[in-house]
Nanobody, 122 residues
Framework: QVQLVESGGGSVQAGGTLTLSCTAS?????MAWFRQAPGKQREGVAG????????YYANSVQGRFTISQDNAKNTVYLRMNSLKPEDTAMYYC??????????????????WGRGTQVTVSS
């Protein structure tokens, strides 16, 4: 059973920085971060391929967020710089074993963490 555990959320002012972590006993494969604000659909933020380390981002966070992985620690990170109030959401770690994760299709992702809250005040 894959269990993903997020940490690192909190409250910051606009322009601030947070780094989220997602840890598992063993990462299931390709990983991604999604977020969901109240009343909105879950949206993909960033993804990373376990084998190559190649990364990809939603346009809304490109240049501000960085996803990375430490395979030895079975941990995936999301460093968030220049945070904006619109980044406020619950952030979820997601994993998929065999295929890449589309940021537009969260329904295809089998493994999820419980989320960590990020609140950005203006």
């Amino acid at each position: 059973q894959v269990q993903l555990v997020e940490s690192g959320g909190g409250s910051v002012q606009a322009g601030g920085t947070l780094t989220l972590s997602c840890t598992a006993s063993k990462l299931p494969g390709n990983m991604a971060w999604f977020r969901q604000a109240p009343g909105k659909q879950r949206e993909g933020v960033a993804g990373i391929y376990r084998g190559s380390g190649a990364t990809y981002y939603a346009n809304s966070v490109q240049g501000r967020f960085t996803i990375s992985q430490d395979n030895a620690k079975n941990t995936v990170y999301l460093r968030m710089n220049s945070l904006k109030p619109e980044d406020t959401a619950m952030y979820y770690c997601a994993g998929r074993s065999e295929f890449g994760i589309s940021l537009q299709r969260p329904s295809e992702v089998p493994y999820w963490g419980r989320g960590t809250q990020v609140t950005v005040s203006s």
